[in-house]
Each structure stands twice: as C-alpha cells, then as structure tokens.
C-alpha cells in the first residue's frame, strides 16, 4: 500500500513496528534452553513455537516483510539482526535477503523493503533497555522464569515473578516491573561496580542459588549480580540496601535503583 498507493499504515501507529520488533526483543541464544536450537523468541501468546524455524506463512520472512513494518530509525537494528544471524547461512543457500522461504512474494517484498544503503548498528544501541506489552502480557516467560544470560553467566533468576502486574518503568539503564507478588527491577549501568544488577523485593523461603538474600529495613531483597571479577560488596544502611556505590530501596510501589 505504500508503494502502490502512497499510504502510510506505519508512522502515525506507533504499536505496527512491535509487530515485527517483538521478535528480536524477546530473543535470546537458547542452546542451553531448547537443547539444538540456537535462538529462540521467549513469548506468550499464541504462537508458541520457533519462529526462527523460517517455514509456512507465519514462520519466515520477518526481515523480508518486517522492514517493511518497521521505522527508519528502527532498521540498522533489525539489520544488525539479520547480518549476525541469518545472512551467511542465507548466502551459502542462495537464497539472500531473507528469500528463504518457498513462497514467491517473500522475494518481492525483500526487495521492495530491504534498507538497502543503511548501515547496521548494534541493537543494544537503540532499542530501549525495557519495553511494556500489555496486551500480551510480555513481561516474563511462562511461568515466570527470567532468563539471565551474560558474563559467562547462563541461569535463571532463582526466584519467579507472580501476580498481576501493577506497575512498570522503563529506564535509561534498564526497568521495573511490580506484581502483586513484589518488585523486580534491572540495573544496567555499572554504578554498583557490577555491570548488572537485578533486585525482588518480596519474601522467599530458602535461600536461592546464585543470589544473595538481604533485609534492610523492613524489606527484604534478593539481589544477583553479573561482572567480571568479584561481586560488589552488599549491606544494609537503615532502610537503604548498599549493592557498592549503587543504592536500592523500595517505596511501596517499585524497587528503585538510585546512585
């Protein structure tokens, strides 16, 4: 419709590039998840299967059809995307810009939406640390668990995220999200000495492995935290949880990851 008769479907509705977005965003290498799969999108809606698989209608041409959906600005990502992942698979096939699949028109559409001339840049770059769908509720994977994959770290998160959702934010260096349950909130910018930070506040039983559990005031958190070398040093100041030079409290609502 754009091509044939000049109209826009895209710019002025800001949920049509999730559409194709979803998919990168809820990514991650999977081998250790999904034994022989390299990546794997960790959703909950409908299609809970490998879109990755690159088959049928709904299984291919998120790249050939997706940059088509997608915002100038939003494209040297998704390009990134495909360049790291797909392309010398593609190549080695013949079958290049994402042409894969059997269906004739996928190749039409490569061609009408490749970003030809556009530069990649790293998603990290310019997706947001934290991004809210409620509608589907893509918060976490069923049922609950967080992936926490980095640093030569592949793990789960030793407590699950319950409840319905009552508050999120996203930040400049990661997010909150708040259920009945508690509060679970990422810190990405290195200000605790580590270069990550992830928080619950909530009561737990037991004691997690690979996490630390600590009470500062009234609260109690569970704290795990990814770097190279030791972990910064956590304590208690009054109310106020000390994960290094990082502070954490909670004020009712959300945990708040502060300087």
Same mark, same amino acid.
């Not at 999730?18 to 034994?35: G, H, I, N, Q």
């Not at 299984?59 to 997706?66: D, M, V």
């Not at 013949?94 to 490569?110: C, E, K, N, Q």
């Not at 559990?213 to 704290?223: D, M, S």
């Given at each position: ?8 479907? =895209? ?25 022989? $799969?390299?990546?794997f ?9 490998? =879109? ?10 998120h ?6 959906? @997608?915002?100038?600005?939003? $494209? ?35 061609? &009408? ?12 770059i ?7 769908? $409620? ?6 994977v ?5 992936? &926490? ?11 699950? @995220? ?23 909130? &990422? ?13 619950l506040?909530?009561? @737990? ?55």
């Amino acid at each position: 419709m754009r091509v044939a008769r000049g109209k826009d479907f =895209i710019s002025l509705r800001t949920a049509v590039p999730w559409m194709t977005l979803k998919w990168p965003m809820l990514t991650l290498p999977a081998s250790d998840f999904e034994k022989g $799969k390299d990546m794997f999108p960790l959703h909950s809606n409908t299609y809970d299967h490998n =879109i990755y698989e690159r088959e049928g209608f709904s299984g291919a041409g998120h790249f050939a059809q997706g940059f088509g959906t @997608i915002s100038e600005a939003e $494209k040297p990502a998704l390009l990134w995307r495909y360049n790291h992942v797909f392309k010398a698979a593609d190549d080695a096939a013949g079958t290049p810009f994402d042409t894969v699949s059997r269906y004739p028109h996928r190749a039409i559409l490569s061609f &009408v939406n490749w970003p030809f001339g556009i530069e990649e840049q790293d998603p990290d770059i310019i997706f947001a640390k934290a991004e809210e769908d $409620k509608s589907a509720g893509h918060y976490s994977v069923k049922p609950g668990n967080i992936f &926490v994959w980095g640093l030569e770290k592949k793990t789960t998160f030793p407590v699950r @995220i319950s409840g319905d959702v009552k508050f999120f934010e996203a930040t400049e260096t990661g997010g909150v999200l708040s259920t009945s349950f508690g509060s679970f909130g &990422v810190d990405f910018s290195g200000k605790s000495g580590a270069d990550a930070v992830l928080v619950l506040t909530g009561p @737990i039983t037991g004691t997690p492995k690979g996490a630390t559990v600590i009470k500062a005031g009234e609260t109690t958190y569970t704290v795990m935290t990814l770097q190279k070398g030791d972990a910064p040093e956590m304590k208690a100041e009054g109310d106020t949880l000390m994960v290094g030079a990082q502070t954490v409290t909670y004020d009712g609502t959300a945990v708040r990851l502060g300087k």
